[in-house]
């Protein structure tokens, strides 16, 4: 018996109601929910949205029953993983990548003293870094810190103020994280949520690298962990009790030749870059030839955009006009002949928004002006025929429990890893800077994510995605 028919059949017992009851007041067949009581059966999510209003359950039940419906639907190893992308992408989707400047300091702190606990400890190395970062233009930190200590704000806060500085990290992994590719863990995940904003934020200027090692290891010196900036090195303490700020220069040329010993052995675990031909080169090059998943706020419209719309809409103020032409034609072309393998996610907002000004949101307006509204029509109506006949998968999300970061569009390959790409919304714009993730057991994670969106709660099912293109579409001249 799995926990969700166990829940069930207590909610049953619990209300003293016969099923045939049960079946009459919430419109569910009484040999449907006999099965799902048998696991012989799984409810459609309709049907458990109709029991858990009968059973009038409070928040607490109410999403209980719920967790252990998707547990039952798809298994515990692939609901935790989908929670984790879930949890991910509405975290990213809170980030405000607009920051006030950071206080000025203007002397740096005594080197050689002890800092005692978590908060002097984080205070204390946000002002070495803004000292140092006004103090030494393009300076250079190498970071390995521990799990516990995150500083991704106080990296984004200086970025998006306009300090020019690099940061490597070793990220540290379990020795557990190659052992079993294909499944990422809900706190590399986790992580990768801290790394995704400093990618945007520095555009190319933080370097993630991963590091396994085995904690029993780690654990051989106190002050295992540590920061080195152009003037000091920190060094802190696993648990963050105490850290200390020491401004030897041997020392620190010690500690910075040997962090660039370990990065020769270490992977990259994102790579970025912000050139706008090398990203056009990289939309081709992470687009599978077979299938297209991509996430992003409006529908995805690429196997739409023919060879006259982008002589119609395409300007090159800057570039050659045949280069980008072709590049752009590739891209486009490979889309266009997928066939059956087409996955587009996106929310109504970004739907809504396209209608009425026609920006494509993952283009600079610079190249791609507004589209008008017959192509906008058009194209949209040609979703809707592909949507309704099967040709294409197209998803809306539920707002209440899956939001999209506006400011990004992420592809999914099983070949060519995980791709992601800055849209308008963003602060610097599109094409300000792409993220490639190879990492086969993120890369496995977030395509199964995808995939097993159809059918969840997270999005609506086909039906309801249809009446809300055709009355967006009705909108349109």
Known sequence: MSKFSNYLKN????????????????????????????????????????????????????????????????????????????????????????????????????????????????????SILIYESSHNPNAQFQLFLPPRLNLTMELMEL?????????????????????????????????????????????????????????QALMIYPLNHYIITPQCLILIADDLSVAQVIKNEQLI????????????????????????LDV??????????????????????????????????????DLPYDTMFQLVERHFSVLRDIQNNYLTIFTEQGLADFVKNGVLQDL????????????????????????????????IVRPTILQIPDYLSIYTNSQTGLHMYTTNSFVFGAYACDIHISDTSLCKTFSDFFLGLPGSPMVYPKEETLLLLRQYILQLP
């Not at 690099?166 to 706190?187: D, G, T």
């Not at 010993?261 to 675990?269: G, K």
């Not at 939309?283 to 529908?299: C, E, H, K, N, V």
């Not at 610079?366 to 998803?395: A, M, Q």
């Open 159 to 215: 970025w998006l103020n306009n300090r020019t500085f690099s940061v490597n990290e070793l990220l540290y992994f379990q020795a557990s994280y190659h052992a079993r590719p294909s499944v990422a863990s809900h706190e590399d995940i986790k992580r990768l949520g801290a790394v995704i904003p400093l990618c945007l934020a520095s555009r190319g200027n933080y370097k993630p690298y991963a590091f396994t090692f085995t904690s």
């Open 364 to 395: 600079p307006p610079t190249y791609v002006p507004p589209l008008e509204s017959s192509d906008i029509k058009l194209i949209l109506t040609k979703l809707y025929n592909e949507l309704e006949n099967g040709t294409i998968i197209c998803l």
């Open 280 to 317: 056009l080169q990289e939309y081709i090059t992470g687009t599978g030839p077979d299938y297209l998943q991509i996430l992003m706020s409006q529908p995805c419209p690429s196997r739409y955009i023919t060879p006259d719309l982008i002589k119609k809409y395409m300007k090159t103020p």
């Open 11 to 126: 909610l049953i017992e619990s209300s003293g109601e016969s099923i045939a009851f049960i079946s009459r007041k919430s419109n569910i067949e009484r040999t449907s929910i006999h099965k799902a009581l048998t696991d012989e059966r799984i409810l459609p999510y309709s049907s458990v949205q109709a029991l858990a209003q009968h059973f009038k359950l409070p928040l607490d039940e109410r999403q209980e029953f719920f967790r252990l419906y998707d547990i039952q639907l798809q298994g515990e190893e692939a609901y935790e993983n989908r929670q984790s992308v879930c949890d991910f992408l509405n975290s990213l989707s809170t980030i405000d990548f607009k920051m006030p400047a950071p206080p000025k300091v203007s002397t740096f702190p005594d080197s050689d003293q002890f800092i005692r606990g978590e908060y002097a400890i984080h205070s204390l190395i946000r």
């Open 253 to 276: 040329f010690y500690y910075r030749n040997y962090f660039l010993s370990l990065l020769q052995n270490c992977e990259l675990w994102v790579q970025c870059s912000s050139n706008i």
